[in-house]
């Protein structure tokens, strides 16, 4: 499998076509380090003997073990490591682990190239399961870059002033396609090896040139990623936590007539399909949100707790009741993944699938209640996230000996732990990365609208009614067997696969 120096080699070797701030730089520039930490880490993990079988899997391609992060599941089991691995990681880097978005993106084409197959009778699922092939053997990492910059948001894509506000083909030959366009908020696209593209939402006849999915190479001729990088204060500093070292960055990639090899395009023109690929895309991301926001929560919570503990304030009753609400939604949203996956399906692809509406009460849950969890421990924690001194000023005389009295508040806890523990509120509750996650939890996987409509959408609320009818005395019988009967599946598949990690 892939070290995460083989990661860190071929990443600094890619062409220059990262912009930040007007410059075009290598991607060994300082500001995307932290990003490129977070990667590392996702290899590292995989590496690591403890976490065999949970940060890696049995490739159903090459029959080779690979990283989690490239496996296609095969059932609920798969789900559920998922779900876990994320947790687990997100947990050490501070949130989020940045590789949930390409998983996500080859399970939706590995799916949809299927179903497009089956009803127009092309071959891009063998092209794609090749070119799934070449990831797995290369241990490569892909970022999603599925949201267009889209524009009048009243205007669907072929009605558009400008045409580049969504990715769309400009050309097509023989031996592939040539597209144009704007990606936007494209996180880890400048460190990924691969940048997979999808459409963005549900297509009409006319949009026929937008319904276009393929990858690329992240330094490809004629794409550019316009980058803007986040990370925490004080990320150079030697004493700085290993939390400090993580960060993230998010893109604009400007596609300007690039060229798609043929073995590489995955869809081109089947409309019918862009609301299919665009769903099975942000259905199973919901899913993966499932483990990232429950880890989000364990460190809220655990911040929240230790700031309670540094006021002194720990075992006052409306503290404790306030913390039980971060585990109220960590659970819930946990518990929605684990649901969303014993009660998934196998799709035509062999790709098992979670379950919709268990993957989109538990997002939409997590998006309403993120800024009431940062409020919570800015509650607990009081101003000093946003008005504590600079470090620098901690170590400078004569200043050292006040600034050391003043900061603490708790006499069993010593001066340099208060100082850390405000830091680290200062950077979970009042930073750029603050900001960044609580916009991620509102719209990542699509705004919350998009959850509701799913629910409006896919919830039986007919078989409700009619329960009600009966229960008014309307109908005589009812029934729900369809509704209630359904098994959740711990089939044989998923059996075998414990058994086949055991050995
Ligand atoms: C931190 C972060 C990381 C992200 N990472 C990725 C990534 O890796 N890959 C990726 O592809 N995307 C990524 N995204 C994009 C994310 O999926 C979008 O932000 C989300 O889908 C919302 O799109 P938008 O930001 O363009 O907002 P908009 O679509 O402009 O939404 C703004 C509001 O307008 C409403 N609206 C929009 N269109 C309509 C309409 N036609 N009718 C009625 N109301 C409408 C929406 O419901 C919403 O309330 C990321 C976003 C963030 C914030």
């Known amino acids: ?43 590292e993990l995989a590496q690591d003997p403890k976490w065999k079988g949970l940060a890696t899997a049995i490739s159903s391609i090459t029959g080779e073990e690979i990283s989690r992060w490239a496996h296609l599941p095969q059932n609920p089991y798969d789900l559920l490591q998922k779900q876990k691995l994320i947790r687990l990681a997100a947990r050490r880097v501070g949130g989020c682990i940045q590789r949930c978005m390409g998983h996500d993106a080859i399970n939706a084409l590995a799916i949809c190239t299927k179903e497009i197959d089956m009803a127009k009778g092309t071959d891009y699922h063998k092209r794609f399961m090749d070119y799934m092939k070449i990831y797995h053997q290369n241990g490569l990492d892909g970022c999603c870059a599925q949201t267009d910059s889209k524009g009048d948001r009243m205007k ?70 316009v980058t803007r990088p986040v990370w925490l204060r004080g990320k150079d500093d030697p004493d700085c936590p290993p939390f400090c070292r993580y960060g993230v960055s998010d893109s604009v990639i400007v596609f300007d007539k690039v060229f798609v090899p043929r073995e590489r395009v995955f869809m081109c023109g089947e409309w019918e399909f862009g609301r299919r690929v665009a769903l ?177 959408i896919e919830y039986d609320y007919e078989t409700r009614k009619r329960l009600a009818r009966y229960l008014a005395g309307i109908d005589k019988e009812f029934n729900d067997a369809k509704d209630l009967e359904r098994e959740p599946t711990f089939g044989d598949g998923l059996v075998n696969e414990r058994l086949e990690l055991n050995k």
């Open 1 to 43: 499998m892939r070290t995460k120096e083989q990661y860190r080699e071929k990443i600094f070797s890619m062409k220059p076509n990262v912009c930040i701030g007007g410059k075009m730089v290598r991607r060994d520039d300082p500001r995307l380090i932290p990003g490129v930490n977070v990667l590392e880490l996702t290899y």
């Open 156 to 225: 669907r894509p072929s009605q558009q002033a400008d045409p580049d506000a969504y990715v769309h083909i400009v050309e097509e030959r023989k031996d592939g396609i040539v597209v144009s366009g704007f990606k936007m908020s494209i996180t880890q696209a400048a460190y990924a090896d691969e940048i997979i593209v999808l459409p963005t939402r549900a297509l009409m006849e006319d949009d026929r040139d937008f319904a276009v999915a393929f990858a690329l190479p992240g330094d490809w001729e004629g794409m550019t990623l």
């Open 280 to 456: 099975l895309f942000a259905d199973s991301h919901r899913h993966s949100y499932s483990g990232c926001k429950p880890g989000l929560s364990d460190i809220l919570c655990g911040v929240a707790a230790l700031a309670a503990e540094a006021n002194g304030i720990q075992k006052v009753p409306h503290v404790r009741e306030k913390l039980t609400e971060f585990a109220g939604t960590a659970e819930l949203a946990y518990a929605a993944g684990v649901a969303a996956a014993v009660f998934g399906e196998k799709t035509a692809s062999g790709v098992f699938f979670p379950n919709t509406i268990y993957a989109n009460v538990g997002r939409r849950m997590t998006g309403e209640l993120i800024y009431h969890e940062y409020n919570t421990l800015t509650e607990i924690a009081g101003g000093i996230g946003v008005t504590l001194p600079y470090g620098e000023d901690f170590e400078c005389d004569p200043l050292k000996n006040p600034l050391m009295r003043f900061i603490v508040r708790n006499p069993n806890i010593s001066p340099e732990d208060s100082l850390k523990i405000w830091k680290l509120v200062e950077n979970v509750g009042a930073s750029p990365m603050t900001s960044w996650y609580e916009i991620a939890g509102v719209h990542g996987g699509g705004s919350p609208i998009m959850e509701t409509i799913a629910l409006g």
